[in-house]
């Protein structure tokens, strides 16, 4: 099983960056397509960034060209670069590993990191 731990989240202004971490324990941490994912209040959570063990990147239409997720094996650490926030980026973020059939996570969620956008 594999623990995750999310951080970096807090409060911005519109147009802001933030830069969330995910930490996972347990090991072949690099076989794993990864992902972040992000719920709403009142939403459900939806997939919105993945990478691949290659480094293949895919994002869901409202934040392509504003978000980057970057992993360090090494480190078996994923991150997530969030430039020019919107007030709908507001969410509690997760990380976890993702199924290559269905997008459904793997494991267990973390307790996630809370990102306010908001002046």
């Known amino acids: 099983q594999v623990q995750l731990e999310e951080s970096g989240g807090g409060l911005v202004q519109p147009g802001g960056s933030l830069r969330l971490s995910c930490a996972a324990s347990?090991?072949?941490?690099?076989?794993?397509?990864m992902g972040w994912y992000r719920q709403a209040p009142g939403k459900q959570r939806e997939l919105v960034a993945t990478i691949s063990n290659g480094g293949s990147t895919n994002y869901v239409d409202s934040v392509k060209g504003r978000f980057t997720i970057s992993r360090d094996n090494a480190k078996n650490t994923v991150y997530l670069q969030m430039n020019s926030l919107k007030s709908e980026d507001t969410a509690v973020y997760y990380c976890n590993a993702v199924s290559y059939t269905n997008s459904r996570n793997l494991f267990d969620w973390g307790q996630g990191t809370q990102v306010t956008v908001s002046s």
């Open positions: 347990g090991s072949f941490f690099s076989m794993y397509l």
